[in-house]
């Protein structure tokens, strides 16, 4: 079984809509949770922590539900920039991250 | 601030020749960590450097592959007699002690003909 699991899409969502993605993680012991953008032949950049409580940022929401090892990340008023594809990582004992295949979202005009 | 860098940006080079990829992590970041990512891929583990302590090497693929690091410095993974398997964009990325999340550098892209 892989570490994280994301349903890799794509999502294609009109302007303005709300949209969610899930990840499972296997590793029950798993530290640290984040959610990371990459856009097309660029490097991984860093969208937000993900913290026991929830957080939110802007229009991005995380949660976190350890009890069912599983991670979310919903975008609502979603903008054209926002098409980029969604990668959950998870960080385990050992200092090691693992990092989900991405979701792919397309915003259309 | 100055973020992760990586040279070079691309290398094309002939299969069975060794290159040597070179990533300069955002200083005082104390964690270094290498991944490979094939097209359409996700990131795959390689290796991870935390301070002066031993690396983490669990994720190299082949003894053809090889990374070191001084101090919390520079690093440069170096692979032997490159395969046409080996073509993927390396990427390096960097964490601060206090911090768990990583800064990413651009990458370097390989193509091994």
């Known amino acids: 079984r892989k570490e994280v699991e994301q349903d890799p899409g794509p999502f294609n969502v009109p302007e303005g809509a709300t949209v969610a993605f899930n990840c499972t993680y296997s590793?029950?012991?798993?530290?640290?949770f984040f959610w990371y953008r990459q856009d097309c032949r660029k490097e991984p950049k860093l969208l937000m922590s993900?913290?026991?409580s929830g957080n939110e940022d802007g229009r991005f929401t995380a949660q976190l539900n350890r009890a069912s090892q599983y991670i979310s990340l919903l975008i609502r008023d979603s903008k054209l920039s926002d098409s980029a594809t969604y990668l959950c990582?998870?960080?385990?004992?050992?200092?090691?991250?693992?990092f989900g295949t991405g979701t792919s979202l397309t915003v259309i005009p | 601030g100055a973020g992760v860098s990586q040279s070079p940006s691309n290398k094309v080079t002939e299969k069975g020749k060794d290159v040597e990829l070179r990533c300069d992590p955002i200083?005082?970041?104390?964690?270094l960590y290498w991944y490979r990512q094939r097209l359409g891929q996700g990131l795959e583990f390689l290796i991870y450097?935390?301070?002066?302590?031993?690396?983490?090497k669990s994720g190299l693929p082949s003894d053809r592959f090889s990374a070191e690091r001084t101090g919390e410095s520079v690093s440069t993974l170096t692979i032997q007699r490159t395969q046409q398997e080996d073509s993927a964009v390396y990427l390096c990325?960097?964490?601060?002690?206090?911090?768990?999340?990583?800064?990413f550098g651009p990458g370097t892209r390989l193509t091994v003909t």
């Open positions: 990325a960097s964490s601060p002690r206090t911090r768990r999340e990583q800064y």
């Open positions: 590793n029950s012991a798993s530290q640290s």
């Open positions: 993900v913290y026991s």
């Open positions: 990582v998870v960080l385990n004992t050992g200092n090691q991250f693992y």
């Open positions: 200083s005082g970041h104390t964690a």
């Open positions: 450097f935390q301070g002066n302590s031993a690396p983490d």
